[in-house]
């Protein structure tokens, strides 16, 4: 009698686990904004180590969950939105700045993106759309130590951003030039 390698353990069929991942897409989906994944976790009442394995099995299935540094949340469906990707140069006590010209111009900063010579591009999401979203994020990088992707290029980096208008997103990059932020 022959039969098959096993590729790996075997683990009985685990329809919890199946409900609790529909249950976070449910709540990902119906929230409004990021939902941390503390909140996630607690709501769920499971450990946070779960419910990124959860997460992990969700984005192996093919779903589009997005890990922002305020919680997950799934890509935008708007149909009407322009997008660009902007060549950036600063120093980082200039981010604050930055962000700031792109959200009062009505531009979202979806992710900042780098290209590392040994790992290739690395993107960090964003989803940065206001003055209070900036404050947030930039307390983030304070409480946490953490350093801006931007220090790993010399302080250049990209932005894709998005707006519902062509024109502020011009209006936003001729600020920006002026400012001495874009690339030539």
């Known amino acids: ?13 685990d329809k919890a686990g199946s409900a609790r991942r529909r249950r976070i897409i449910e709540r990902i ?27 992990a099995i969700l984005r192996a299935a093919g779903e589009e969950i997005v890990a922002t540094p305020r919680g997950y949340r799934l890509p935008d469906m708007a149909k009407h939105t322009n997008r660009a990707v902007l060549a950036c140069r600063h120093a980082p006590k200039r981010t604050e700045e930055e962000l700031q010209i792109l959200v009062d111009h009505g531009v979202k900063i979806l992710d900042v993106i780098v290209e590392h010579p040994l790992y290739g591009e690395l993107r960090g999401s964003l989803m940065i759309e206001s003055r209070a979203d900036v404050q ?4 983030q990088v304070q409480t ?7 220090s790993l ?3 250049v980096h990209l932005h894709t951003v998005e707006a519902s208008r062509p024109e502020m997103i011009s209006r936003a990059c001729a600020r920006l030039r002026k400012r001495g932020f874009l690339l030539k």
């Open 29 to 55: 989906r119906s929230h409004r904004g990021p939902l941390s994944g503390a909140e996630l976790a607690k709501q769920l009442r499971v450990s946070r180590q779960c419910l990124v394995q959860d997460i």
């Open 144 to 150: 946490t130590h953490a350093s801006l992707l931007s």
């Open 136 to 139: 947030d994020f930039l307390k």
């Open 153 to 155: 290029t010399r302080g």
């Open 1 to 13: 009698m022959n039969s098959a390698p096993r590729l790996g353990p075997s683990f009985p069929s």
